[in-house]
């Protein structure tokens, strides 16, 4: 199983980015997929999830209302589309695989490598 994050890259306070996580060897229809990031020097942190049911489930706070998850069955590939960027949300990016998002939260049974997000002028 490989979980491939990518889209990452610098983009300016207010910009948008779209984060990719692709996956070969599981179809990602039956799990949940969840997207994380870490800052330097901070604890990772959930930021949003879809369901295999495609419910959709924010961690907490970050992201609420400029963020958004989907999934394209076709392409077995989970989509976060940032809006509103701030430098806040610079960290990186991950994104991990479990039967549930609440087990996606607390562990993951599979994680892609990350994808640096950076949002400075």
């Known amino acids: 199983v490989q979980l491939q994050a990518s889209g990452g890259g610098l983009v300016q306070p207010g910009g948008s980015l779209r984060l990719s996580c692709a996956a070969s060897?599981?179809?990602?229809?039956?799990?949940?997929i969840g997207w994380f990031r870490q800052a330097p020097g901070k604890k990772r942190e959930g930021v949003l999830c879809?369901?295999?049911?495609?419910?959709?489930?924010y961690y907490g706070d970050p992201g609420q209302g400029r963020f958004a998850i989907s999934r394209d069955s076709a392409k077995n590939t989970v989509y976060l589309q940032m809006n509103s960027l701030k430098p806040e949300d610079t960290a990186v990016y991950y994104c991990a695989v479990d039967s549930t998002c609440l087990e996606t939260s607390r562990s993951g049974r599979y994680w892609g490598q990350g994808t640096q997000v950076t949002v400075s002028s």
């Open positions: 879809i369901t295999s049911t495609g419910n959709k489930i």
């Open positions: 060897g599981l179809t990602l229809d039956y799990w949940a």
